[in-house]
């Protein structure tokens, strides 16, 4: 049988249709860019961006075109839509962005960055940026990494427990200012309840993880399937032996933490010296 043709013509492609809705409401409407900008009082050039694809825009953007053009939820659903389809991340990442999406739990370890599950903009930009991203790319790869936090956050939302190493808290950003503001994030997400955080201190010594990021996903289906990460590859691993190793390893390293209770108070000392460092 062949496939079935779309009614509307319109693009089942997430982030496309998002940009065909854009376009489509305000030409009926009427309204320029420009009369679109100081109308909602947003600068016309967002707008712009929005309808060619190269920034999704905010949620309460989302929520004020909405108002505008008389759709309420329409643009705020191909909105989330859009932020959390895994074909907007590069290709090698797409099969864990699924797998992560339909995740019952995640665990956690991280040896130098934060995961991207807690990660602000500003500190995404900046990492992807010391990766080699740049221009447009740069600003679609740092929407979806923090797009991916919408996963932590709602009602039904999966329990994430992550382990960081010491090093990822005494490592801050170039810009002082995005560096508490991430630190400040981190601290409001340790006091959620589906979320435990622990610090790995320095004192621990060695252990299994020593070089390697590594998150588990608890499918469905009942397995556990593993992504590991280094400096220059990432690897979905599947099979059961390979995972429990890296289980077994994990558990070490969960022994040798801070409790929850003392990492977020370690995670409070490092925003408070954040905050009492001068703005250069």
Sequence with gaps: ??????????????????????????????????????????????????ESGQTLGGPEVAEALDQHYGTPGLLLTLWELAAGD???????YRRYMTLEAEALSLWHF?????????????????????GGTKGQELTRQVEARVGRRMLLTGDDTPPFRTILSEAVLRTPLGDAEQWRKQLEHL?????????????????????GLVSTDVMF???????????????????????????ERLQRAY???????????????FVMRMLEEASCEPST
Excluded: C
């Design 1 to 50: 049988m062949p496939p079935r043709r779309a009614v509307t013509g319109r693009s089942q492609e997430p982030r496309q249709r998002y940009v065909e809705e854009l376009r489509l409401l305000r030409q009926q409407k009427g309204d320029s860019l420009r009369q679109l900008g100081d109308a909602l009082g947003w600068d016309w050039s967002l707008f712009g961006k929005m």
């Design 86 to 92: 895994p074909t907007q991340f590069k290709e090698r």
């Design 110 to 130: 991280g040896v130098s960055v934060l995961p991207g599950l807690l990660q602000t903009g500003g500190y995404a930009h900046e990492v992807l940026v010391v």
């Design 217 to 243: 996903l608890r499918l469905p289906d009942g397995r556990t399937v593993a992504y590991t990460e280094n400096a220059h590859r990432g690897e979905l691993i599947e099979e059961t032996s390979s995972v």
């Design 187 to 207: 601290a409001e997400a340790a006091e959620r309840p589906n979320l435990t955080l622990q610090v790995l201190p320095h004192g621990a010594g060695p252990h």
């Design 251 to 265: 558990d070490a390293v969960r022994d040798l933490a801070l409790s929850p209770g003392e990492s977020r108070k």
